[in-house]
Nanobody, 117 residues
């Protein structure tokens, strides 16, 4: 009932910037919060940043100060602006929406971010 599509990933040099986008469709009115996660092979998905409908934000220590999460009023698009990128930022980045009802979660298919030296 909520579909998520990530975009904006790609290859960037160390120190560069990217803006990732998460496009949501369906019952977006029921979204409580949206988070960006990242995962490398063999690792669990780690939270990068999240934003609630009340615009409360939370960032992982590894990206705090160089990342900004934002959204439109309808929670139809959520952005993750990342700057001063490092090779350790290389991962597949996923968008996750969490609904008020039943605590259900929705995940996109991910977008690859590769930071080269």
């Amino acid at each position: 009932q909520v579909h998520l599509v990530e975009s904006g990933g790609g290859l960037v040099q160390t120190g560069g910037s990217l803006r990732l986008s998460c496009a949501a469709s369906g019952r977006t009115y029921a979204i409580k919060d949206v988070g960006w996660y990242r995962q490398t092979p063999g690792k669990q998905r780690d939270l990068v940043a999240e934003i609630t409908r009340s615009d409360r934000t939370n960032y992982a220590d590894s990206v705090r100060g160089r990342s900004t999460i934002s959204r439109d009023d309808a929670f139809e698009t959520v952005y993750l602006q990342m700057s001063s990128l490092k090779p350790e930022d290389t991962a597949v980045y996923y968008c996750r929406a969490r609904g008020y009802l039943n605590g259900i979660e929705f995940w996109g298919q991910g977008t690859q971010v590769t930071v080269s030296s």
